[in-house]
């Protein structure tokens, strides 16, 4: 949400941005549209004192033709909606240029109202507004936008203070990374707790209790203000800048060091002058007056609280963790035992070309067919472990597969060997047969001409 999706491209649009009147006026214009529409039409709370606009944001759920499908919603009919919401709510807003983001999301230029062009720039030529239109599945789904969205950078903000204890808010509720996957899998290491914005909050240590979630901050100092009353805002002291704390990962978490930001925060840091002053003038005046000095949790007390707090992400969090371990070693176990327990030719041995290429051979066959034994339960040559190679939790004793390695990889090629060459003999036979086949069909097609021609 929010940029400059016409400005460039063979054909760019002027999107000059809006003043609060323009704003205001396109915005509930759009609403009372879309209603006809839809039964929920909303937009995020603004960012506090905005003196312009680039864009706006409309979230919509609820096509009334299908919760209402026993009437006609507002005028519009069954075959005019058909199954197209998007595209029909970008001709109900007069849409003359439309950028499909994906089936349920797309920006849009409409003409810029013709009663407000002295709001605007002073050029003749045609001007637009970009409305980004997101249709949404559910009324949960919008809320939870809604909630994501709120307060311009406010999420920017909140995510950088949250990041260095293992949260995560996305476009789908908070997480928790699990560490041992993160720098790996990034998708992987996340494990969802809650999509409930009041849970987040209150696990956040943020009020809610009054206005802060129904109307825009007074200023950015107040959003500011609001944020570092998050419980995990933390500013390391001047003097502590190069002392290491196991609260946080190297690099993050109360330095705010521009120096030390991740590449996404630099560039929120130069488009974002919210999220700018907050690194360039919020936290440098907090560390010079000594305020969240203390740091008040580590990662491993916010991993222990959210296990108790959202029941059922202790086992989802275990599991992962497992499962990630089992393919990891399974990754490891390929190249670094199996292959790695079938003898080498040594330097120095004295061997024919023909046998050694034979043996190269051997040792190829070898490593496959072990693969299959040891990682895949195949046990098609007749040859299995004496011994299970897995202990209880399913993780694999490499001590045994390497002995199974060194005592069996001869017998498993040579196996393998004669299996390959039993195939390779059939193969040959069907591609014969069916070669005798053709010439046989091209005989019999031959001698019925010669006959047709006498």
Known sequence: MGGSAFSSGSNPLSTPRMSPHVYRHVLDTCHAKLRELFTVVASP????AKKDYGDIDILVAWEKDVVLPSSEADGISSSELGHYPLEFAACLLGAKHVIKESPTAAHLAIPWPEELRSEGPSDDGPRYIQ?????????????????????????????????????????????MRIP???HFNKKQAKVLLTTDPFEILRFLGLRYESAQWERPFGSPEELMEYAATCRFLWVRPEQDNNSDNSATEAGEGGDFDK?????????RAKSRELFRRWYEEFIPACR??????????????????????FPGTRQVYQNRLVEWRKERQRYGLWREVIKASIP???EGDEEEEDEEVEKRHLRSLAAKAL????????????????IPLRNDDGFYIEERVEQFVVDNWRQIGQAAWEENQKKSTE?????TAKSKSKVAEGNLAERGKAEDEN
């Open 371 to 386: 693969k299959k034994i040891v990682m895949s339960d195949d046990y098609s040559l007749g040859i299995r472990p004496p």
């Open 288 to 309: 010079a007056a000594g305020r969240f000095a203390t740091p008040r949790a580590t990662r491993d007390s916010v991993r222990g609280e959210a296990f108790e707090t």
């Open 427 to 431: 193969k040959l036979a069907e591609q």
């Open 180 to 182: 041992e996957i993160e």
């Open 131 to 175: 409305v980004d239109l997101h249709v949404y599945d559910s009324i949960e789904h919008l809320n939870w936008m809604l909630f994501k969205n709120a307060h311009g950078d406010l999420w920017n903000v909140l995510g950088s203070t949250i990041r260095p204890y293992g949260l995560t808010v996305d476009e789908v509720g908070l997480y």
């Open 259 to 267: 120096n030390k930001m991740k590449s996404t925060d630099r560039r």
């Open 344 to 346: 080498q030719r040594r």
């Open 45 to 48: 709370i603004e960012g506090p």
